[in-house]
């Protein structure tokens, strides 16, 4: 960083006499009035939308390891499982509805052990979501349901071995014994403890074991790793991590097509997802796979109290994306009755309400706080052209009951004024570079705005670093109109790398069993979270660059820290003149903190997870009128002290 003069002075020396004069191109000029009225910043502007998709939950966030453990992803058979027979050993297994766990878990796993001795095991194995994960000195916690025949012709008593093993079968893990098994359904628990010396590996699988002949009958297996603050049935603590680096303020939720699924059956009917696990059924995502809703309503209220967020809770609105819309009137007011009991689970007093003792039998007796509700999902895909009438129907009873609350509405109506509209965005970065102004211009006395699902769609499985570059120039249009856009949210947020785990390119996060990564558009949503005040200072180019160079001005009001936010898609070096109209003060030494890439399709992936990250450094000259170059190919945050 240099003063202006001497930037100038530098371009003076290019004359040579003799040779005509070339006039050096102007630079940029950002002027910052600290002196103009501030316009506050929403607080809650940056958060997360999250669905079921790209194995998002399970084999995902959600901890459980075992997939297909209520053997019902398949009513053919029991996909993702294997029996195993030592030599000389006879076995069989098959699905069925004879031994049902539950009347929601009607379908149990039957293996008939025909011929069995010592040293000839018969086993049944899951290598889960493209292998079990296996890391060295850990505890693992597997547990299931397990019934033995009572029969002469099918009586088990047996013990059973449960084991963590290598996929081929020839090391084992981790080893623990069950009690003997009876003729009823008995839970089973079992620690699963690593050696200290074990490997890092997910060329695994979990084996459930016998030496003793007869039939048994198993249902919900389960296996977990530890969880992010030790919650049970909770979630992975590497994914978790990360999204708490990004500091998100709200949660969106169960979000996307997810609320409505493919089926009016196959919506998110969150009172199948509370409760014990034998009494949730599970439902098929409409993204091709079963979802287990071990992640429910319940789980996903705690996930916003363990990263401190708020929740924005969206409801059924009574469309389907099979084109089945609910008519409005006497067929809608179940799923709008099923909505307002939705919202006394979550906030209804444990003592005073039906659904909040519900709550707090379920294990928390405290009321949650809920501020937004969002009615439905992308509802102008609707042909019926329904939602408008199926809105003022939701709104006029939530209005009545819950008065405080604020509706947001998935597309424009006319019918009744929400509070807040969603809006959704998928582009190339071009578009974005070239939409700068979408909000500039927007009523400010009209409905707030939501962008509920938005991403730079460049890259895959996760985004290149040109889409972190479009992601950050729309970021900045949004953090400048942060007054009436109120909250944003990248989506897709979660992708399972492995072959088959992606339905959708371009997702913010990719894992695997072992690991997961942030894509360069992840960082950048880190930077812009992490580094924003709470009002908009007034800016603008005066002289304006010759390519587009999108900016955000914001600061801090009680420390007086001055946020810049700018971002560079050119290949060359970008100097910058900024000053600061009003500063009574500017502390001689800032900061930059600086996301780059040597070319716009590098990125980041599952083998090389941090090619990208941002990198702060200190600059050291600081006043009210400065030069800076920002670099080829980046985003640039500069921090500065201005007394305020």
């Known amino acids: 960083m240099k003063r202006p003069g001497k930037f100038l002075l530098a371009f003076s020396l290019l004359f040579v006499p003799g040779v ?16 103009a009225a501030t ?27 075992i997939r297909n453990r209520a053997f019902r992803n398949d009513e053919k058979g029991p996909v993702n499982w294997e029996l195993v027979k030592a030599p000389g050993a006879e076995a069989e297994m098959a699905l069925t509805e004879k031994k049902p766990l539950t009347d929601r878990l009607p379908v149990s796993l039957e293996v008939k052990v025909k011929a069995a001795a010592s040293g000839q095991r018969v086993a049944i194995a899951n290598e889960g979501y493209w292998g079990i994960p296996v890391k060295p000195a850990t505890t693992y916690h597997a547990s299931f349901y397990v019934k033995g025949g009572s029969d002469r012709t099918n009586q088990f008593a047996g013990k059973l071995t449960v084991s963590l093993e290598s996929s081929d079968g020839a090391t084992v893990y981790a080893r623990g014994e069950t009690p003997a098994v009876n003729a009823r359904w008995q839970k089973i628990e079992v620690p699963l403890t690593t050696a200290a010396e074990a490997p890092i590996t997910s060329a695994c699988k979990f084996v459930i074991s016998t030496e003793t002949p007869g039939t ?29 680096a990004m500091k998100p303020k709200f949660l969106r939720f169960p979000g996307g097509n997810y609320v409505e699924g493919d089926k009016l059956w196959e919506r998110f009917d969150w009172k199948a997802t509370r409760g014990p696990l034998p009494f949730r059924p599970g439902h098929r995502s409409c993204w091709g796979y079963r979802s287990t809703d071990g992640l429910g309503l319940l789980e996903f209220m705690e996930w916003c109290e363990d990263l401190d967020m708020e929740a924005v809770l969206a409801v059924f609105a009574g469309y ?25 689970y979550l906030t209804g007093d444990a003592q005073k309400t ?16 809920l501020r937004y509700i969002e009615v439905g999902n992308e509802d102008s895909f609707d042909r019926s052209r329904s939602y408008d009438e199926r809105f003022a129907q939701f709104f006029d009873a939530f209005k009545a009951r819950y008065p405080k609350l604020q509706l947001i509405a998935t597309m424009r109506v006319k019918s009744r004024v929400p509070e807040v509209i969603d809006d959704h965005f998928y582009r190339r970065a071009e578009i974005f570079f070239n939409d700068l102004h979408h909000y500039d211009n927007a009523d400010r006395k009209g409905p707030k705005i939501f962008v509920g699902e938005w991403a730079t769609r460049e890259g895959s499985p996760t985004p290149n670093f040109n889409a972190a570059l479009g992601d950050a120039a729309w970021m900045t249009a949004m953090e400048r109109n942060s007054d009436i856009v109120i909250m944003q949210a990248y989506a897709p947020l979660f992708v399972n790398v492995n072959p088959g785990g992606m339905q959708w390119k371009t997702d913010l996060i990719g894992y695997d069993g072992l690991s997961s990564y942030g894509s360069p558009a992840y960082w950048a949503q880190v930077m812009f979270s992490n580094h924003r005040g709470d009002a908009i200072v007034k800016a603008a180019w005066q002289e304006p660059p010759a390519q587009v160079l999108p900016y ?50 590098d990125t980041n992936s599952i083998t090389e997870p941090d090619k990208i990250r941002p990198v702060t450094s200190k600059i050291g000259y600081c006043t009210d009128d400065f030069t800076y170059s920002l670099a080829p190919y980046s985003i640039t945050i500069l921090k500065l002290n201005v007394k305020p």
């Open 552 to 601: 955000s001005v914001t600061r801090d009001t009680k420390t007086g820290r001055v946020f810049i936010k700018l971002v560079n898609r050119a290949a060359a070096a970008q100097p910058i003149h900024v000053r600061l109209q009003g500063a009574r003060a500017v502390a001689p030494e800032g900061e930059a903190v600086l996301l780059s890439a040597k070319d716009p399709t």
């Open 39 to 65: 316009v506050p910043s929403s607080p809650l502007l940056h958060g997360l939308m999250t669905e079921e998709i790209n194995f998002s939950y399970d084999g995902g966030l959600y901890g459980e390891l």
């Open 216 to 244: 048994l009958w198993l249902s919900l297996v389960s296996l977990f790793p530890p969880t992010y603050k030790g919650r049970a049935n909770g979630n992975r603590p590497d994914i978790m991590e990360k999204l708490a």
């Open 320 to 344: 389907s994306l099979a084109q089945q819309p609910v008519e409005p009137g006497p067929l809608l007011d179940f799923y709008v009755q099923e909505a307002l009991e939705e919202v006394e």
């Open 20 to 35: 005509p004069a070339q006039t050096p191109p102007a630079t940029p000029l950002l002027q910052i009035d600290l002196k």
């Open 354 to 369: 039906y659904w909040g003792a519900q709550r707090a039998k379920d294990g928390h007796p405290k009321p949650f706080a």
